[in-house]
């Protein structure tokens, strides 16, 4: 039998079956009996064991066993059962043996050969020749001679050089020089199948390095020795051959894993090291020499110890001196787990820093049979960096870096719950109007602005109060003892004059200011004061808006009413929020009416009918909405509804009636704004011309490519835009003109005083001029007197809306409108411009007046003759000079103009790009008819006014006295027929300008 190391049978022969019971003949002999151990087969000492048989039956044996060490892997042996049962003949005892051996050769792969010194005669042995059949190789037909004979000419050769040398040292060099040992690899036979085999098979590629060993070729080693007589004299020459190419094979796939393990390590981004066991580090790869900034050569004999910043750090207790210095290392415990991860440890580097490394460690056994340990270190600064950062940014503000609301909420409840929180007290503080630093300076401005005002209040507050960022402009100071400080009032006004102070940005001094709520443990609305930090917060938040309320700069304190507010705040946002879920709200409709009295669109206004308090304003819901984060689904449910409640609307005077829902909390700019409308149309089933959406000004700011585009697609599915409250807020005129907005509403507060504000009528006209100069639709909102309608009307507004025609209505009450007649429309005529106007308004008249430039705004065509300083006391001009015919209109004349903002005369002016008037009978462009030098200026017909007959026109004014030479004529100016008492008469402003852009009405679907 063969048995490896573990004592388990590999292989059997025939003798051994039969003597086991079984028929060596049948293919499935020697199952049950290979693979399993010796100790079950056989059992008893050697000299008298007993082979159990498979039917249980017991065969006496002996039992001879010897080591096989150079064939195949270690601790393969031999052994051989003996049968002694009967006493066979010395002869016969003699030939099983010899064939037993040849047997056991034969497992082996081993042969044997001898060479006679005298005779020179070769003699190999049977198992020899079965070896070389076995593998199909034809000894003498190698290349280099039969495979003995090499080992033969080199012992021959050592032999004549002993010979050489007499001498009593020869019986010593005898015994080195006796052996010599070889490993060749075969050729095979062409003749061979082996050989035939070889020229149609492929080599394998896997078996080790240098050339592939084909599945013919053979690795052979071969030994060989003197044997000497007794007078030492060498007789012949014995040697063996074995066929150990599996071993080789073996060894060479070693060879390579090894060399591969090499190479994986030498290029891993990782580092990897080696320690022995008593913990000193024996090899490490290139990536952990650049992790800790030392050579290969000086970090070898480095202990574990000496490379921890906290050797105890990974749970490794030390009880003597060689465990301290493990360190991260730990031994394995018998039966437990080899391998271990610690997940953060700090290594020491060779400048004395230390860097943060995950350690992976596994324990494997050497050679010698000693543990070592192999760890990989991956540095995780980075990641702790950002670990740090993701977790700083859970109770940071990440602009600032000052705590944010959560941690100002942790702190403010431990400070609670101590016993000093009687002493507590905190400030809310809000930037007044921050919003003109983002949109005059720009937003990086903005963010520099309030990042030194967070590093201000840190370095500049008392010791014992700490700022923190709550949202936006929005700071809170927390104060631990606000006694130690002189009080609330003091401490508030220390923090007041912090944010006060100037801010330089980019060269930029920036003041602000900033409104203050405090708000102490004893303030509320009960008797044992605030008991959360919440509450204090929202507290603090009220009085801050309360001061807010009452100006820039203002403290605010919290009183009984303020808490009240702030509770029924909170109260009545979760009341609003369960609203808008169940749709408790509802909506009326102001119309807009044209000036014909046909409603045009209607604007829709949100109402809350609270089950307690009776209907509601937008008014009082609105701010605790925009609190409370409601807007924006706010809006979505007043246009969800809007959109449903008009898709049913009648015509009215068979023109179909629009709906306008103004946006505060759902953008353009939202990521959700274009889905959510194109939803609530498809499930409304109103057409997109029917649908209005209005924008404040200030919202239109500045917007983004992705946001035009979004209202740019609406615009293509027929829905308009609105810019409302135009003029109140900071956008400017060319940005309006960019947006794809069809209508612009002149805001309430410049309509209120058009009939009797100039500042007013200037502000509304110049609105309505800009409209329609870009084509823009224009409504003018809030008007409630007849004075305002005419003068609206004359300025050219396209249509009205106000408590003139009609206040907001419920949808029934709205729906019966649009099944009535037109909304009656104040009779009259357009009012004279307020006094101080210089300008002449607009005509009114059944037919609105085609859009002005506003290019020519800055030339009035004519002006009435001045009277005589006489007739003008409350106003002392000087004379005019001889030769002008400049009327004086308030102003200087021509020649005296000084050069400060007004224009100079035509003689005067500089250069700017235009050319010198032509002479009055030479200026075709103005569509007029020249007028003759001296004489009268031919005057057009004017269209009858609807509302009244023409007064006649007055005498032509005297001619003009001449013109200097050299300097070209201009027309004279006409009379002001609103300072005179003479006839109305209207005038061309647009002769002479390109056209303005077609204007179309927006609200007719």
């Known amino acids: ?117 005298r005779t020179g005669a070769l003699h190999r042995s049977v ?130 894993a090894t060399q591969r393990y090499l190479d994986l390590v030498s290029i891993a981004p990782v580092g990897v090291g080696v320690f022995n066991r008593t913990g000193h580090l024996v090899d490490a790869n290139g990536a952990l020499c650049a992790l800790l900034g030392v050579s290969g050569e000086r970090l070898r004999g480095v202990s574990a110890r000496s490379l921890a910043v906290e050797p105890t750090a990974a749970g490794n207790t030390p009880q003597d001196g060689e465990d301290e210095e493990l360190a991260f290392l730990r031994r394995p415990r018998p039966g437990g787990p080899t391998g271990y991860r610690v997940p953060q440890y700090a290594i020491r580097r060779a400048d004395g820093t230390s860097v943060w490394c995950e350690l992976s460690v596994t324990v494997s056994i050497g050679d010698d049979g000693r543990p070592f340990w192999l760890v990989v270190f991956t540095d995780i600064s980075e990641r702790r960096r950002a670990a740090d950062v993701l977790r700083m940014s859970g109770t940071h503000d990440e602009l600032t870096r000052l705590p944010n609301r959560s941690s100002v ?57 700490s700022p923190a960022r709550l949202s936006g402009d929005e700071f809170v100071v927390v104060c631990d003892d606000v006694l130690a400080f002189g009080g609330v009032p003091k401490l508030a006004e220390t923090v007041s004059a912090l944010l006060r102070g100037p801010v330089e940005v980019d060269g930029q001094v920036v003041r602000v200011s900033a409104a203050i709520g405090v708000a102490t443990p004893a303030d509320g609305d009960g008797r044992i004061g605030v008991t959360s930090a919440e509450d204090l917060l929202r507290f603090a938040d009220a009085a801050m808006y309360d001061a807010k309320g009452r100006g820039a700069g203002q403290l605010g304190f919290v009183t009984a009413e303020t808490a009240t ?202 609105v309505v001029q800009m409209a329609s100069a870009m084509g823009r639709y224009c409504v003018a909102e809030g008007v409630e007197t007849a004075e305002q309608f005419h003068a609206l009307r004359g300025l050219g507004v396209d249509a009205y809306q106000g408590w003139l025609f009609a206040k907001a209505m419920d949808p029934s009450a709205f729906r019966s409108v649009l099944t009535g007649p037109t909304l009656p429309t104040p009779d009259g005529e357009t009012p004279s411009p307020p006094d101080g106007m210089a300008t002449q308004a607009l005509p009114t008249g059944a037919k609105m007046p085609e859009p002005i430039d506003i290019r020519g705004l800055d030339r009035p065509a004519g002006r009435r003759a001045a009277p005589p300083d006489s007739e003008r006391p409350d106003l002392p001009r000087r004379a005019a000079p001889a030769g002008t015919d400049r009327p004086d209109t308030g102003r200087r004349a021509a020649t005296d103009r000084p050069e400060s903002g007004r224009r100079r005369a035509a003689s005067d002016r500089p250069d700017s790009g235009r050319r010198a008037a032509p002479p009055a009978t030479d200026r075709p462009e103005t569509g007029r008819r020249a007028a003759p030098t001296g004489g009268d200026l031919p005057r057009r017909s004017t269209p009858e006014r609807p509302d009244g007959p023409r007064r006649s026109a007055p005498p032509p004014p005297p001619p003009a006295p001449p013109k200097p030479p050299g300097r070209p004529s201009a027309p004279p100016r006409r009379p002001d027929p609103t300072r005179d008492g003479g006839p109305e008469t209207k005038f061309d402003l647009l002769a002479g300008l390109p056209p303005p852009p077609p204007k179309s009405d927006p609200l007719a679907p």
Not at 45 to 54: C, Q
Not at 433 to 457: C, P
Not at 668 to 688: C, H, I, K, M
């Open 1 to 117: 039998m063969l048995c490896d190391a573990g004592d388990r049978v590999l292989r059997v022969n025939a003798a051994l079956l039969r003597m086991a019971g079984r028929d060596p003949r049948l293919p499935n002999a020697a199952d049950g009996i290979v693979g399993r151990p010796l100790s079950q087969l056989v059992v008893g000492p050697d000299g008298d064991a007993r082979l159990v048989r498979p039917d249980g039956a017991l065969a006496r044996v002996r039992v001879v066993r010897w080591a096989l060490p150079n064939v195949g892997p270690d601790g393969l042996r031999a052994v051989m059962l003996i049968d002694a049962a009967a006493a066979a003949p010395p002869v016969a005892r003699r030939d099983d043996a010899d064939r037993e051996i040849a047997e056991l050769q034969r497992l082996a792969k081993v042969g044997g050969w001898s060479y006679d010194l």
């Open 127 to 256: 198992a020899l020749v079965e070896l070389y059949r076995d593998i199909g190789l034809e000894p003498d037909a190698q290349p280099n001679g039969s495979i003995e004979l090499e080992q033969v000419a080199a012992l021959c050769t050592v032999l004549r050089d002993q010979a050489a040398k007499p001498g009593d040292k020869a019986a010593d060099t005898n015994k080195a020089t006796d052996e010599h040992q070889i490993e060749r690899r075969t050729v095979p036979s062409p003749h061979s199948p082996a050989g035939l085999d070889e020229r149609s098979s492929a080599g394998r590629s896997d078996l080790g390095a240098g050339r592939a060993v084909p599945p013919s070729e053979h690795v052979l080693s071969c030994r060989a020795t003197v044997e000497r007589n007794a007078e030492g004299a060498p007789v012949r020459l014995v040697g063996t051959v074995q066929d150990v190419t599996e071993r080789w094979v073996a060894e060479q796939r070693i060879g390579r």
């Open 409 to 465: 909420t942790a702190r403010l409840g431990r400070l609670l719950a101590g016993p000093d929180r009687h002493k507590i007290a905190v400030l809310c503080c809000d930037l007044d109007d921050f919003k003109r630093v983002n949109t005059a300076l720009g937003h990086a401005a903005g963010d520099q602005v309030l990042i030194m005002l967070a590093a201000r209040l840190q370095r500049e507050l008392p010791v014992g109060c």
């Open 565 to 766: 507010s702030a509770n029924n705040q909170l109260r009545l946002e979760d009341e609003l929020r369960e609203a808008i879920a169940t749709d408790g709200l509802a909506l009326h409709y102001q119309p807009v009416v044209g000036p014909d009295g046909t409603v045009r669109s209607a604007e829709a206004l949100i109402r809350w009918p609270h089950p307690e308090r009776g209907m509601l304003f937008p008014g009082e819901f609105i701010p605790v909405a925009e609190r409370g984060g409601l807007l924006r689904e706010l809006d979505k449910w007043v246009l969800r509804t809007a959109a449903k409640e008009a898709a049913g609307w009648p015509a009215h005077n068979r023109r179909p009636v629009s709906v306008a829902v103004n946006l505060a909390g759902l953008l353009p700019g939202d990521d959700d704004f274009l889905p959510t409308v194109r939803t609530t149309l498809a499930e409304s089933g109103l057409n997109g011309d029917r649908l209005v959406l209005e924008l404040v000004e200030t919202s239109l700011v500045s917007l983004p490519k992705r946001t035009l585009a979004a209202m740019s697609e609406l615009a293509g599915l027929g829905v308009r835009f609105a810019v409302d409250d135009f003029g109140t807020g900071y956008s400017s005129l060319s940005r309006i003109k960019e947006l794809p907005a069809q209508i612009v509403k002149v805001d309430r507060t410049f309509v209120s005083g058009i009939s009797s504000d100039p500042a007013d009528f200037a502000v509304a006209r110049a």
